[in-house]
């Protein structure tokens, strides 16, 4: 039996695709949903045109992505942050979007709680919303560890641009050699004080 089990959750754990439409991802949710005003919307989409073509360049290394993908997270976060978002609006927001999991994922789930099997989340997106996705599922188990970006509620702009800039977030690492979630994980474990990690 695995001893854990390590995963990324955007279209691995969440569908990709359902009945040929495209499922959004954490971030897709949140960027499209009504707590973003009608005056913002367009200009997350034009980020989005503008540096995801970059992210996905296969000639371009990942120290030639870093740039540009640091500035389009500070626009994009800073863009958000005005938002003002409320936490008692995530749920909210998660109910109202397409968003589905795997077909099989109450069983995968519930499988490794049933036998105590961690399960680590590692994303690029974004935690709160991707906690609630399983939450509503019924299958946010104690045994699930999420490392990903979270939303400072009580924070100003400049203080959750901070922490989010200073979180762990592995958006480039396209290569599936799980380097980055390796060293991530030994870190964390290494420091004893789940640095990142949010539980059930």
Known sequence: MAEEVISDFDRTLSRFAYNGKQCPSSHNILDNSKVISEECQP??????KHYY??????????????PDMVEWWTKAHD?????????????????????????GYKTFF???????????????????????????????????????NYMDFDKDVEEQRE??????????????????????????LHRGDGVGIHGS
């Open 110 to 148: 519930d499988t490794l709680y049933q036998n105590s099997i961690p399960l680590l989340i590692f994303s690029a997106g974004i935690g709160d919303i991707l906690e609630e996705i399983i939450r509503q599922k019924k299958v946010l188990h104690p045994n699930i560890h999420i490392v990903s």
């Open 163 to 188: 922490s989010y800039m200073d979180a762990y977030d592995i958006v480039l690492e396209k290569d599936e050699t799980l380097d980055v979630v390796n060293g991530l994980l030994q870190d964390i």
């Open 79 to 103: 863009l958000l942050c005005q938002q003002k978002i409320q936490k008692f609006q995530i749920a909210e927001v998660v109910r109202e979007s397409n968003a589905m999991l795997r077909e």
């Open 53 to 66: 073509p970059i992210e996905i360049d296969p000639r371009r290394t990942i120290e030639e992505k870093l």
């Open 43 to 48: 200009e997350l989409k034009a980020l989005h």
